[in-house]
């Protein structure tokens, strides 16, 4: 081979050289970078987890609670229930026994007013 072309080959070996050589430092600036930023956010992320944790501590509580009140409210339905069910039929027969019973008394009287009228008409026609 010629000098040149020795020359040559050797210059771009160099230029390669200094090529990996500058991809390399600028990957150690941008590792640095990076260390630094998660020693940063590291703090941060630190803090996201404990109030998720916090968030999540407190949707479980809640959720029981949630669930004892909804328990309670059932119970309580249960027992309204019962009481307007109890409440009416009481009702029913504390009603309706005397309005039977004024309904015949109505229903007799009025049967003694036509007897009676009959009988006065035809007592008038004697």
Not at 3 to 14: K, S
Not at 59 to 88: F, H, M, P, Y
Request: charged fraction near 20%.
């Amino acid at each position: 081979m010629s000098t040149g072309a020795l020359w040559a080959v050797f210059l771009i070996i160099l230029i390669n050289t200094l090529f990996l050589a500058g991809i390399a430092g600028a990957l150690w600036f941008l590792n640095a970078k990076l260390n630094q930023l998660l020693a940063k956010a590291q703090p941060l992320v630190d803090r996201a987890a404990e109030t998720l944790q916090n968030v999540e501590q407190i949707t479980v509580k809640l959720n029981d609670r949630v669930n004892q009140i909804l328990d309670r409210t059932g119970e309580v339905v249960e027992d309204v229930s019962q009481k307007v069910e109890t409440t009416t039929s009481i009702a029913e027969e504390t009603i309706s026994q005397p309005l039977i019973s004024a309904a015949s008394l109505m229903a007799g009287i009025s049967r003694g007013l036509s007897a009676y009228k009959e009988v006065q008409g035809k007592g008038d026609s004697n």
